[in-house]
């Protein structure tokens, strides 16, 4: 990618200090964005890059430093969002702050205004026009009177970002965005990154803050990666390779790369007793789903946007109710007509995509949300032995490696990795015989990914079986020993071995090339 602005200065911070009492967030950071390219900023829990970003956005007030946005400066602690707009930032957060319910046009307008005439009233025709003129700068293929809620995600994002630069796209402007592809399927992600890389070479600035390392190394010309609040590396015009970024995140060497398959993913034991067997499974929009999961075995299931992967989950989970087929946990079939109580009693776990509205108790403490699955343990005949319990919860942080200052600490305090640990061992401390895992490590950071897949690895040594549903193609191909593709409600492909890669994957996904009867 070449243009005729990198080597001009969009963006400089220099010596960023923040503490939040005696933590520091942020030790002297710098980040320097040259002009007309896309810059990565990378870290893991606690490195300071959401800090940075708030200070940028002016949410946060920096305790020291220099922001400079072109060629003027300003003392970080008098930054303001107002300083940030005029000089030009524009910010897109993972929550697109975008309203389904309503149009393309009237997004637009909540952010611009709407034109009026001297009676107030909309000027509708005129504000589809500027929306049209704006769709198609950006290469948005909808219609200003589509509601929001019916595109595709990539669709969304790009009318996120269209919308933050709708008053300033020219070069001026630096876009940031934060996580754009954590909620997007691979394919959907593919498109955004095609339109981000279009707006780089237009002459936009990019800053790009994202966990998934292949796409970053995809669109990225320059990367910083932060460490425990400081700047530990600026890459400019630099091609390195996941190990060397990974190393640089975590202060050391590490033996393999996220995507790569461990060794303790060899195929399981054919003589493991069936955990759970599903045969012709018809909820919502599966249409027919047949599979089973063996005891100390990885499956993972995966499909297009509406396949049906969360609702397989949901069903087995007992939280949808089937329409017909079979569903059989441990060799005892069920009527149908079990709710979530009783599969968590047949040893049935399940972490939810969402982990904030379906996983988490965001304003409790730590120890509150790990101990809600077993409180039973902890009752007594004058109430709850808070002691036994704090011990507890104690215990499962130390062993599952969730950073906390203590377990009456807030849950929404943590990171999202740390949440996502925490909600891990609420379910495992059950010592379940089924795991079913939604997007395991959605918008985690690559450190506690590792902790995750650990932890997972763990339960199947122990004799768990494992469903995991994910649209992560390098996830699938790290954690699982065989991995189901859902189209139209059916599986019409299972890889496995040397199958097992992301080309694969996304053959398989996206045509029906690759069937279960093919091998490429």
């Given amino acids: 990618m070449t243009n005729t602005h990198s080597e ?13 009492g005696p933590t520091k967030a942020l030790d002297d950071a710098e980040l320097v964005l040259r002009r007309g390219t896309v810059h990565a900023l990378l870290g893991g829990n606690g490195s300071g890059k959401s800090t940075a970003l708030k200070i940028l956005a002016g949410v946060h007030e920096a305790d020291a430093g220099v922001i400079q946005v072109g ?29 389904d319910a309503l149009s393309v046009a009237e997004n637009f307008a909540l952010d611009a205004g709407y034109p009026t005439t001297a009676v107030r009233s909309v000027r509708w025709k005129e504000l589809e026009r500027r929306v049209v003129s ?8 909808a219609d200003p009177r589509q509601p929001v809620g019916s595109l595709r995600p990539a669709q969304r994002t790009m009318v996120a970002i269209a919308r933050a630069l709708q008053d300033d796209d020219s070069t001026r402007a630096v876009l940031v965005l934060d996580e754009p592809t954590a909620t997007l399927p691979a394919h959907e992600s593919e498109v955004l990154l095609g339109a981000i890389r279009r707006r780089a070479e237009l002459g936009q600035t990019v800053l790009l803050v994202s966990h998934r390392m292949q796409e970053v190394l995809s669109v990225a010309q320059d990367f910083t990666v932060f ?11 630099e091609n390195p390779t996941e190990d060397r970024l990974v190393a640089l995140m975590t202060g050391r060497e590490l033996e393999r790369a996220p995507q790569e398959p461990a060794a303790t993913t060899a195929a399981p034991p054919a003589a493991g007793s069936v955990s759970l067997q599903v045969e012709n499974l018809v909820s919502g929009p599966l249409r027919g789903v047949t599979l089973a999961v063996r005891q100390g075995e990885i499956v993972g299931v995966t499909g297009l946007v509406g396949s049906g992967r969360s609702s397989l989950l949901k ?5 949808h109710r089937p329409e017909s087929g079979t569903i059989t946990l441990s060799g005892r079939s069920q009527s149908g007509a ?38 039973r343990r902890f009752w007594r005949p ?8 704090r011990r507890s919860a104690a215990d499962l942080v130390r062993r599952h490696r969730v950073k906390t200052t203590g ?78 593709v859902l189209q139209d409600g059916v599986v019409t492909a299972e890889l496995s071995g040397t199958r097992l890669t992301p080309d694969h994957l996304t053959a398989a996904t996206q045509s029906s090339v690759l069937t279960t009867g093919d091998q490429p």
Wanted: charged share 25%.
């Fill in 382 to 389: 004058r109430g709850m032995n808070a002691a036994e319990e």
């Fill in 227 to 237: 460490r425990d609040g400081r700047t530990v590396a600026t890459l400019s015009g």
């Fill in 315 to 319: 069903t087995v989970f007992g939280a």
């Fill in 71 to 99: 060629r003027e400066q300003w003392p970080a602690r008098t930054w303001s969002a107002a300083a940030g707009s005029g000089a030009g930032l524009r910010f897109v957060h993972q929550d697109l702050g975008l309203f």
């Fill in 134 to 141: 704006l769709l198609d700068r950006f290469e948005i293929a």
């Fill in 407 to 484: 377990v009456d600490g807030v849950f929404s305090s943590l990171s999202g990795g740390n949440q996502q640990k925490a909600v891990l061992a609420r379910w495992l401390c059950r010592d379940p015989s089924l795991l079913l895992l939604d997007e395991p490590t959605q918008g985690v950071d690559v450190m506690s990914r590792r902790d995750i897949y650990d932890t997972i690895r763990q339960s199947v040594s122990a004799g768990c079986a494992v469903l995991v549903a994910s649209s992560d193609f390098a996830e699938l191909c790290a954690l699982c020993d065989r991995v189901l």
């Fill in 338 to 375: 079990e709710d979530v109580k009783a599969r968590m009693a047949q040893g049935v776990a399940y972490v939810a995509e969402d982990r904030v509205a379906e996983s988490s108790l965001m304003e409790l403490t730590v120890r509150e949300n790990i101990s809600v699955s077993r409180l």
């Fill in 8 to 20: 001009e200065v969009a963006v400089r911070l220099t010596g960023i200090r923040k503490s939040f």
